[in-house]
């Protein structure tokens, strides 16, 4: 039988970070809308730490 889109298995790497729907081919991968959209790589939370400030409100309570 042929189901519809039985090609794409592996949700868009960018469903997370831009709610993209889409499907791809490979995991990880990102589909062809976010790839036009120009979207990039999220950012990864170990790398956030380096270069921007630990917190934007200057708040000292814990
Ligand atoms: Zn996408």
């Given at each position: 039988m042929s189901g519809s889109g039985g090609f794409n298995k592996y949700r868009c790497k960018f469903f997370?970070?831009?709610?993209?729907?889409?499907w791809v081919w490979v995991n990880g991968g990102e589909c062809a809308m976010c790839m036009a959209n120009?979207?990039?790589?999220?950012?990864?939370?170990?790398e956030t730490?380096?270069?921007k400030p630990a917190d934007p409100k200057p708040a000292d309570k814990k």
């Open positions: 997370l970070t831009h709610n993209c729907n889409n120009g979207y990039s790589d999220p950012p990864k939370k170990a730490a380096k270069d």
